[in-house]
């Protein structure tokens, strides 16, 4: 039985189901409750631009499902996005919610499916995760159990598009690859790497939107955030931002922003052991023995694109990593289809360890 989720109490079932779903799983992180219930109250509850469902057996939770319809830069049409796909290992379970999304898709003729996005931000927890189990998941990243992929496409999903995670580790091989890249770079270049400032703000996140706006255009998957997204992700994130690992490239002569990259420490190694609840003290203490830090995002404009910038600026990273105790990296999560960034950390000695694949199906 499908049952919509229209009030507080069905948005906790909806909400809570996964601590009983991975309650036996060691590589599970709880997400924050308090504000998951904040988010997701506001985008079901309040604003209605989005539909959550529940799927009941015997008056239990066995599965859930988040969807929206929103415009696609890559199929030029209005399409369905899904997300917080979670089931037992159950064909039936998945049937139930996605005939469900499918009968309303089709009330606001809508012929195609995605996901899964958060619904947040695009760039986090997006794709089913294929590869890489047997270990945490970094922050902000997807984490399922292994069946999911049969579900989906047994239920008739096919792969839209992998993204990948490169993980390195901040260790003397690759700093010595990253020195060889910065000094080719500086040759040729006369640029800064500058740190967030939060003192300035407003002017460092106009300069991350120029950047991503240019650095975009190229890649038809997906539009550029506007300046709305980014003050938002900016909010969201700040408790998890480490200002010393945000930094803002720029031409020393013209002050033009030519590079971003958003570098996170892994939380998740702070939140699996909170099990979701906010414990300010514990937290606190445990922020300072994190070891492992995430490239959230990575950005340079065409002109500067293939001439070792990236390696330049993951120079300087890899320095502030040393003072900060971060001995692992990983190097967020980059579409198979955008071959520069990927290779670029390849490079200086990144791999391949997790892939998350998109999933999309017509109706």
């Known amino acids: 039985m499908i049952v ?9 079932r909806f909400i809570y189901f996964v601590k009983e779903l991975y309650k036996n799983d060691k590589y599970y992180v709880y997400p924050i409750f308090y504000s998951l219930k904040k988010e997701l109250g506001k985008i079901v509850l309040h604003d209605k631009t989005y539909k959550a469902i529940l799927c009941m057996k015997d008056q239990e939770v ?25 089931a037992i290992n159950d064909n039936s379970v ?65 792969k839209a598009i992998d993204t990948v995670l ?11 690859r990253l020195n060889t890249f910065s000094k080719f770079f500086l040759r040729k270049n006369d640029v800064r790497i500058d740190s967030l400032d939060f003192k300035n703000l407003d002017r460092d996140l ?3 939107e120029k950047i991503l706006n240019q650095a975009t255009n190229e890649i038809i998957y997906q539009d550029a955030p506007d300046m709305e997204l980014i003050e938002e992700t900016a909010r969201q994130m700040k408790a998890f931002i480490n200002p010393t690992f945000v930094k803002i490239a720029r031409e ?5 922003p030519v590079g971003f990259c958003l570098v996170v420490p892994d939380f998740n190694q702070v939140l699996i052991k909170t099990k979701g609840k906010i414990r300010p003290l514990k937290m606190m203490l445990l922020k300072r023995k994190i070891t492992k830090a995430r ?45 520069k960034p990927i290779n670029a950390f390849k490079k200086f000695g990144g791999e391949i360890i997790k892939v998350y694949r998109l999933y999309g199906k017509e109706i």
């Open 206 to 208: 106009k300069d991350i």
């Open 166 to 176: 490169i993980n390195a580790m901040v260790d003397h091989n690759s700093k010595k």
């Open 62 to 86: 066995v599965g859930r499902l988040l969807f929206t319809y929103d415009y696609s830069k890559k199929q030029d049409k209005k399409i369905c996005y899904y997300s917080y796909f979670d």
């Open 295 to 339: 490239g959230q995002m990575q950005y340079i404009i065409p002109e500067y694109q293939n001439g070792g910038l990236i390696g330049h600026m993951f120079k300087v990273i890899f320095d502030d990593f040393v003072d900060a105790g971060i001995t692992e990296f990983e190097a967020g999560t980059m579409m198979e289809d955008n071959p």
């Open 94 to 158: 998945v049937k139930e919610l996605f005939n469900f999304m499918e009968k309303d898709m089709k009330k606001h003729k809508i012929d195609y499916s995605e996901g899964t996005y958060s619904p947040f931000d695009p760039d986090n927890r997006r794709g089913i995760m294929i590869k890489g189990f047997n270990e945490l998941p970094s922050i902000f990243t997807s984490y399922n159990y292994e069946y999911y992929s049969d579900l989906l496409e047994d239920y008739g999903f096919t």
């Open 252 to 256: 020393n002569e013209t002050n033009k």
């Open 4 to 12: 919509e989720v229209n009030n507080k109490k069905d948005l906790n």
